[in-house]
């Protein structure tokens, strides 16, 4: 019996396509593994925006911006109405502050880049942290310090996990108002 060219592909077909699939899975863990925990990502923004100045300086709530923060699920990104309730009278000559009196002119949104995010499989409430007194420097840092916002924590299944199994020692101000946060995986994983 004669062996053909198309024998011999698919005699090593399986090796390779088990090769290439390892392979692929390799790379991409290698390659990705800097966006799996994002530390350090601080994308370029629409307009500048310095959280030192507003909240660290100006000692602004982070609520006053981040409207839902406390009432739902995600904390919101600020619209141009927010930041004109100051600005339609202070600071109208920066070359910033006028980027943004022009999305207002427009009626448009800012299209601000979203720095700190979980997988679209993992549910987060941030209301429930928030109304625990879960200070947001927990997982944010400490943004009334960053001049650029960046993210400084990892937002891993792992990193949520030990928050939850250890918050007592995590948060020793909150040893009387938390208990040990869920960690079942129905509490994320809906």
């Not at 004669?2 to 692929?24: A, E, G, M, N």
């Not at 000692?59 to 990104?77: E, L, P, Q, W």
């Not at 840092?141 to 995590?170: K, P």
Request: charged share 25%.
């Amino acid at each position: 019996m004669k062996k053909t060219v198309l024998d011999y592909l698919l005699k090593i077909r399986i090796p390779v396509t088990l090769f290439i699939i390892l392979l692929t899975f390799a790379v991409t863990y290698f390659v990705a593994k800097p966006e799996r925990d994002g530390i350090g990502y601080a994308p370029e923004q629409p307009i500048k925006f310095s959280h030192k100045l507003h909240a660290g300086n100006m000692n602004i709530d982070c609520k006053y911006c981040h409207t839902s923060v406390d009432k739902g699920r995600f904390a919101s990104v600020p619209s141009a109405d927010i930041c004109m309730n100051c600005h339609s009278v202070a600071r109208r000559d920066k070359e910033e502050i006028k980027k943004l009196v022009e999305y207002y002119e427009k009626n448009q949104p800012i299209p601000w880049k979203r720095v700190h995010k979980l997988g679209d499989f993992a549910y987060f409430n941030h209301s429930v942290h928030i109304n625990k007194s879960i200070d947001c420097k927990n997982c944010h840092g400490d943004v009334a310090r960053m001049e650029v916002i960046s993210q400084v924590n990892s937002f891993t299944m792992g990193a949520c996990l030990d928050c939850h199994r250890q918050a007592h020692s995590r948060l020793p101000e909150l040893k009387d108002k938390i208990k040990k946060g869920p960690d079942n995986c129905n509490a994320c994983h809906r």
